[in-house]
């Protein structure tokens, strides 16, 4: 059979193709067959740790190489489906730049706060974080103050802790 030698009569032979006459009887040779962006080489040894099955060594359109079984390449769970492997991984890496998702984590810088609330204490104006540097009181207390109501002064007035853990102002 022609078929069965198709291995040995290819110019780009791989070393680690198996020759169909090694392989089980019942296993058909799907070389030179493509599957999508993937074109079958040849049979190889399967993957360590790996029991069962034949595992092909398929080229991708774009250069790439891929190894995994004739099941991945042409089954579909439902009709109309597409198989689970069709290309080394560029297909993927094409659809995902088209969404312009970029496979790199972003490098953007973050946000400038606009939010800056400004306290008046004894006619002098300045930006909440800098009270709390002066007064040694954490910018969130001072917030969760003025969110409360609190204003000017009072808001600035040393923390003392409660029994429950509340943060509450400090009496003189």
Same mark, same amino acid.
Request: charged share 25%; proline share 7%.
């Given at each position: ?12 032979? #791989?070393?680690?193709?198996?020759? !169909? ?7 058909? #040779?799907?070389? %030179?067959?493509? !599957? %999508? =962006?993937?074109?079958?080489? %040849? ?14 060594? !398929? ?21 109309? #489906?597409? /198989? ?9 890496? &094409? ?5 312009? +998702? ?5 490098? =953007?810088? /973050?946000? &400038?706060?606009?939010?800056? =609330?400004? $306290?008046?204490?004894?006619? &002098? ?8 540097? $002066? ?5 969130? +207390?001072?917030?969760?103050? $003025?969110?409360?109501?609190?204003? %000017? ?20």
């Amino acid at each position: 059979m022609t078929h069965q030698t198709r291995n040995y009569d290819r110019p780009h032979h #791989d070393p680690r193709i198996i020759p !169909f006459s090694d392989l089980h009887s019942n296993i058909v #040779d799907i070389s %030179g067959q493509q !599957f %999508g =962006r993937l074109t079958a080489l %040849g049979a190889v040894k399967r993957p360590p740790g790996v029991r069962s099955g034949t595992y092909w060594l !398929f080229s991708c359109s774009c250069g790439g190489e891929r190894i995994t079984t004739k099941a991945n390449v042409t089954y579909t769970y439902y009709q109309g #489906d597409t /198989p689970s492997t069709r290309s080394c991984g560029c297909l993927e890496k &094409e659809r995902l730049a088209k969404a312009r +998702i970029n496979l790199k984590p972003s490098r =953007r810088k /973050p946000k &400038e706060r606009s939010h800056t =609330r400004f $306290l008046e204490v004894n006619g &002098e104006v300045k930006p909440a974080a800098e009270w709390a540097k $002066l007064y040694h009181i954490p910018l969130t +207390i001072i917030y969760a103050r $003025l969110r409360a109501g609190v204003e %000017g002064e009072a808001a600035l007035t040393p923390v003392r802790a409660s029994k429950k853990g509340v943060t509450v102002p400090a009496s003189r």
